[in-house]
């Protein structure tokens, strides 16, 4: 099992910088991958980024450019470096993590889910 807490959601301005972070617990060995997405009301859970065992990354189009998925293993932290953000930013991000040595873009292909942090980006 695999225990998910997201941070560093809030308030900001069109423009305005944001990292979030995701705390794992429990069974934190072997290899996984870890992904972000996110979501608002009324619409099904998006892909925003992802990154693999060995580093592999993957960005949704729409952050490409903007956004920085990284992790630090010794911390057993993911984060997600927010850039120039846009009011289509706006979401409940949530981080989600599989044992794999794919890097799935998926919502089906993730097994754990932390509960989720605000993000909302003013115009």
């Known amino acids: 099992q695999v225990q998910l807490v997201e941070s560093g959601g809030g308030l900001v301005q069109a423009g305005d910088s944001l990292r979030l972070s995701c705390a794992a617990s429990?069974?934190?060995?072997?290899?996984?991958?870890m992904g972000w997405f996110r979501q608002t009301p009324g619409k099904e859970r998006k892909f925003v980024a992802a990154?693999?065992?060995?580093?592999?990354?993957y960005y949704a189009d729409s952050v490409k450019g903007r956004f920085t998925i990284s992790t630090d293993s010794a911390k057993n932290t993911l984060y997600l470096r927010m850039n120039s953000l846009k009011p289509e930013d706006t979401a409940v991000y949530s981080c989600?993590?599989?044992?794999?040595?794919?890097?799935?873009?998926?919502?089906?292909?993730?097994?754990?889910w932390g509960q989720g942090t605000q993000v909302t980006v003013s115009s």
């Open positions: 989600a993590a599989t044992f794999t040595s794919a890097v799935p873009t998926t919502v089906d292909e993730y097994d754990y």
């Open positions: 990154i693999g065992w060995s580093g592999s990354t």
């Open positions: 429990g069974r934190t060995f072997g290899s996984y991958a």
